[in-house]
């Protein structure tokens, strides 16, 4: 078992930054990979960043060049810098640890972002 816990989601302007934290705790020495997904009204939940145990990312294409996924192996923690933040991400951003086929999920957190 994993848990997650993320913090940082808020209200921002477009334009703006913010940084989502997911600190992980529990069975972490066996997670291949952990992620950001986030899920707008209306919408189904889509991957946004990930990053392997071995430190390959990728990016959703409408993120690139703006969010930035990173991680802190002594704190357990995975980072998601958004920059140049538009209305359109707007959504509950979700943390997620995969060991093997098995997904972990945090509860969420809410970016909102005013035009």
């Known amino acids: 078992q994993v848990q997650l816990v993320e913090s940082g989601g808020g209200l921002v302007q477009a334009g703006g930054s913010l940084r989502l934290s997911c600190a992980a705790s529990?069975?972490?020495?066996?997670?291949?990979?952990m992620g950001w997904y986030r899920q707008a009204p209306g919408k189904q939940r889509e991957l946004v960043a990930a990053?392997?145990?071995?430190?390959?990312?990728n990016y959703v294409d409408s993120v690139k060049g703006r969010f930035t996924i990173s991680r802190d192996n002594a704190k357990n923690t995975v980072y998601l810098q958004m920059n140049s933040l538009k209305p359109e991400d707007t959504a509950v951003y979700y943390c997620?640890?995969?060991?093997?086929?098995?997904?972990?999920w945090g509860t969420g957190t809410l970016v909102t972002v005013s035009s």
């Open positions: 529990g069975n972490i020495f066996s997670i291949n990979a």
């Open positions: 990053i392997t145990s071995g430190g390959t990312v």
């Open positions: 997620n640890a995969a060991i093997r086929s098995i997904n972990f």
